[in-house]
Structures are given as C-alpha cells and as structure tokens.
C-alpha cells in the first residue's frame, strides 16, 4: 500500500538559517510527489510539486525538494527561513490510477526562532 | 488567480442531523475531491468525482456520505446523520487532468463540529 512518512513531527529553526524536511515515501510506480503548506486555520497552499524530469524541483516562497529515487525520498529545503515559514508542511504522493488521490504524510510543524 | 472556495467556513450541528457542505471547485477542472482532516492528525482521502461519477471512495466514504455537482459549478458532500467523530476539517480540492498540470488546489475548508 502506498504511504508517505514524515519522521519529524516537529521542527525548531532559527531566523535566517537552512531547513530541510524530510519526507518518504512508499509507491510501486514513478510517484507524483507534493509538498503542501498549512497555516494555523488555513487550507493546504501547494509549494511544489515532482511529476517527472529533472530531480530538482523549485517551488514558491523559496523552497525547493529533491527527488531521489534510490532512497524514495523528497525531501524539502530552504536555505534561509523566514518567521512567516512558520507553519505545518505536508508532503504528498498522488496516485496515478483513475482517481488521482493524494495520500498526505502526518505533517511536519515548523516553528522558528527570533 | 482561480481558487477553489467552501462554504460556510464552520458548521455546528447535533448529532444526528444531516449536514451539506459546498464547494465551488475551479471552473476548467474536471477532477474533484473531499478530503478530511480530524484535529491534530494528517489529512485523509475520502472520494474523488469524475465525469459526474465517483472514481474512488476509501473506507471512511461510508452510507452515510454522498457527493453530488448538481449544477456546473458547485460540488456538495452530504453527511446525512452526523455522528461526534465527523467533527473535522473537511477540504475540497480540484485538479485538472494530468497532462496539464494536475496538481490538487485546495479550499479553505469548513470546520464541522458535532455535538
């Protein structure tokens, strides 16, 4: 069975420092990979997103993810964080049979220091 | 910029009444979806909508949910007797097919709560 896992469940970075978040995943076929970031009370805001090409994927705000097939992994980076990156991340594998449904890892909560 | 919005934002109801909660997905999307996500824990499947039928639906779907587009713009999920474990956060999404991009745009979501 497909599944994504997100072994952080929490985070704690510094203002201006590098942040990665792990994600792995479970899927027999080429995964369609996502992140989604959630503000407190808000929806799920796509970052980027991984269908097929070059590993290296640049998204919104500033981040990027690498897909690395041999360690079924996509993880999610910045290189200098914000106050306002606080905030939960998702990341997703999208199934690629009639129904195209995303299955969401547990989430990952940013919190950064002044 | 397109986006796909849910109303109402929070719903209260007891027990057992029926619930329907509204999304307008965005309008050149073929692809629709519910998903769940109960306070605290990740966000889970519960049906995608295609071609005016349900493509897939997990084991949470169960009798007591239906979805329906019951006109071109709007798509509904019915919960039709609530039961105190419905209360989350219920997000509708809509993509487009996969050789245009395809990636799921989310609504806001609305807050059910059940008492």
């Known amino acids: 069975a497909q599944s994504v896992t997100q072994p952080d469940i929490h985070i704690t970075v510094s203002e201006g420092a590098s942040l990665e978040l792990r994600c792995n995943y479970s899927?027999?076929?080429?995964?369609?990979l996502f992140w989604y970031v959630q503000s407190p009370g808000q929806g799920l805001q796509l970052l980027l997103k991984?269908?097929?090409?070059?590993?290296l994927v640049q998204g919104i705000k500033g981040f990027e993810a690498e897909f690395k097939r041999s360690q079924s992994s996509f993880n999610l980076r910045k290189p200098s964080v914000h106050w306002s990156d606080a905030a939960e991340y998702f990341c997703a594998v999208g199934q690629m049979d009639s129904s195209y449904k995303l299955i969401f890892g547990s989430g990952t909560r940013l919190l950064v220091r002044p | 910029e397109p986006e796909v919005t849910q109303t109402p934002s929070h719903q209260v109801t007891q027990m057992g009444q029926e619930v329907i909660l509204r999304c307008v997905p965005i309008s050149n999307h073929l692809y629709f979806y519910w998903y769940r996500q109960i306070l605290g824990q990740k966000v889970e499947f519960l049906v995608s909508f295609y071609n005016n039928e349900i493509s897939e639906k997990s084991e949470i779907f169960d009798d007591q949910f239906s979805v329906e587009r019951p006109d071109g713009s709007n798509f509904t999920l019915k919960i039709r007797s609530t039961k105190l474990e419905d209360s989350a956060m219920y997000f509708c999404?809509?993509?487009?097919?996969?050789?245009?991009?395809?990636?799921?745009?989310f609504g806001p979501g609305t807050r059910l709560t059940v008492t």
């Open positions: 999404a809509s993509s487009t097919p996969r050789g245009q991009g395809g990636e799921q745009y």
């Open positions: 899927y027999g076929a080429t995964p369609y």
């Open positions: 991984y269908f097929s090409g070059d590993t």
